[in-house]
C-alpha cells in the first residue's frame, strides 16, 4: 500500500508498508485492519478512522520539545478537554526506550471519550500515538491500538 502524502518544508512525505518518512524521521507503525480508513487530522502524520473502534494517529515532533517534561508533553495533548479520570500513567518500554502511557476517560465538548497515548522521547524527537474513541467502545478497541502500539520503531532520524 503506497499512500504519498502532503508536501511540507522538509519535502515529501510517504508512507509505504507501513514506514512513515518526511525527510527528517523514518518510523515504522503496527499493522491495522482494513477497516481503519486513512484520515487527515490537524497536524498528525498520520491517522486512521474505523466506525467502530475509534481514531488512532500518529505524530513526531523534532523541534520545541527538547528539555520539556514528557508529563507536560502529554498534558498538552489534553488540553481542550474536561471532566479528567486518570485510569493509568505509568512507564513502560517501547522501541527500546523508555515511554510514558496515559489512559484517561475525558470530556470534549461535553462528549465523553477515552484517550490512550503512548509518548517517547528518541534522538531528539517526540514521538505520540494515540488512540481516541467514545467510551462505550474504547474497551473494545484497546487491543487493537496496543498491538499498534507494540510494533512501532523508529528506524531513522535526520538533522
Known sequence: MLVLLAVGCAGSQSF???VFD??????????????FEPIS???????????????????????????VPPRALLN???IGTTAREYR??????LDGRAA???LADVEMDGVPITIDVYLIVKDGCVYDLTHVAGRERAESARP???KFVSQFAVIETRS
Open 16 to 18: 509505504r508498508d507501513r
Open 22 to 35: 518526511d525527510g527528517t524521521v523514518r518510523y515504522r507503525v503496527g499493522s491495522l485492519a482494513s477497516q
Open 41 to 67: 487530522v490537524g497536524d498528525n502524520d498520520l491517522a486512521w478512522h474505523h466506525p467502530s473502534y475509534g481514531t488512532i494517529s500518529v505524530n513526531a515532533t523534532c523541534k520545541q520539545y527538547e528539555d
Open 76 to 78: 498538552q495533548l489534553l
Open 88 to 93: 493509568v500513567e505509568e512507564t513502560v518500554t
Open 100 to 102: 510514558q502511557h496515559l
Open 144 to 146: 487493537v491500538f496496543q
